[in-house]
């Protein structure tokens, strides 16, 4: 049995409040907490969400190393393939609501052609199974690259603005310090775990 600690009153709460889904990652609040919730931090948290799925699926590329993969090969490739799909979709999600932080930025046509490229992947094939992009699934992939790096770019941007908001609104959210922090603590669980198989 987890104990499970409101993220932000730190209260524990007991086993019926927790509802089986990633609590960490969702950084569970108690019912008095999460209904204080603003937008922001509402929107802080769908970012992190995106964020950490984005940082664990570019991790898993980076320390993995090819022996580690071929020999799980099947359960990599199913763990990867969901980050990407999710952290697309949450991306495409946060990029379409267009939150007070952002909605008066205008990207720079670098960045407006990579949101360009994570709609156009969200709508045919993220969020909906289009037969004839299924079909020629190379093709599609060939045609609308979207490295890491240029997802790295977006969420950069995006914490950027965060944090001006965090600051111009003096919400204390501190939205770098918490993302920083997310990036620390994958890539030490990360590597923690794979150590485990060495
Ligand atoms: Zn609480």
């Known amino acids: 049995m987890y104990e499970n600690i409101c993220s932000k009153c730190g209260r524990s709460m007991s086993s019926v409040a927790w509802n089986g889904t990633s609590s960490t990652v969702a950084g569970l609040q108690c019912i008095e907490c999460s209904s204080k919730m603003n937008d922001f931090e509402i929107f802080l948290k769908c970012l992190s969400v ?5 940082f664990l699926y570019k991790t898993i590329h980076e320390e993995i190393g090819e022996e580690k993969y071929r020999a799980h090969k099947e359960l990599w490739d199913t763990l990867i393939l969901s980050l990407e799909l999710d952290y697309k979709i949450w991306l495409a999600k946060i990029l379409e609501t267009r939150h007070e932080c952002f909605k008066s930025y205008k990207f720079a046509s670098d960045y407006q052609l990579i949101i360009e490229k994570i709609e156009k992947w969200r709508d045919n094939f993220g969020a909906h199974f ?7 699934w190379k093709v599609f992939i060939e045609a609308n690259p979207l490295s890491i790096e240029s997802a790295g770019k977006i969420f950069e941007k995006i914490i950027d603005l965060a944090e001006e908001y965090d600051r111009n609104t ?5 939205p770098k310090e918490q993302f920083s922090l997310i990036v620390e603590k994958t890539k030490k669980q990360f590597n923690e775990y794979l150590s485990v198989f060495s």
Do not use: D, H
Not at 130 to 136: P, Y
Not at 170 to 174: Q, T, W
């Open 50 to 54: 995106a964020y950490r799925e984005f």
């Open 130 to 136: 289009k037969s004839n992009i299924l079909r020629n």
């Open 170 to 174: 003096g919400s204390k959210m501190k």
